[in-house]
């Protein structure tokens, strides 16, 4: 028999759409966040299908989210550029909860509380599949980059620091 995943805002708006998916568990020591590095060696995945969601802001009321991969860094202008901002910053993380709906290291881009204007690094176009956040720690979801797009109303943007 199959195992009865725990359906998650995300989950729930994926299937909704009827968006090809999969759905990737693991632990974490005492339900804390961990990684994306270890998130990905967790669930047997090359670290470079696994992306982070990252949240910034460009003041009251302008939020953004960020969907990169686990081991790249946001680069706030590049981002900044992407969104048609002077300026923008990293959400504190205190703000995330109340924001998102989501916890830290289990923020999904899917099933926020809000739909806010997103933008996924170009890298992602070249996969067939990438994995994001499911919405809870130790919960991650295998989808293709368009389809997160399509369900996001996101954007392809170069946002990441070259290396």
Known sequence: MAKKHVKTNAIRLIEQQKIVHEVFEYTSENGEAVDGLTAANKIGQP???????????????QYFVFVIPVAAELNLKAAAKAVGEKRIEMLAVKELLGLTGYVRGGCSPVGMKKLFPTYIDETA????????????????????PTDLASVTNAKFAPVIMSE
Not at 126 to 135: N, R, T
């Open 125 to 144: 176009k070249a996969l067939d599949y990438f994995i994001v956040s499911a919405g809870k720690i130790g919960m991650q979801l295998k989808l293709a």
């Open 47 to 61: 670290v470079e299908r696994v992306y982070k969601t990252l949240i910034a802001t460009a003041g009251k009321g």
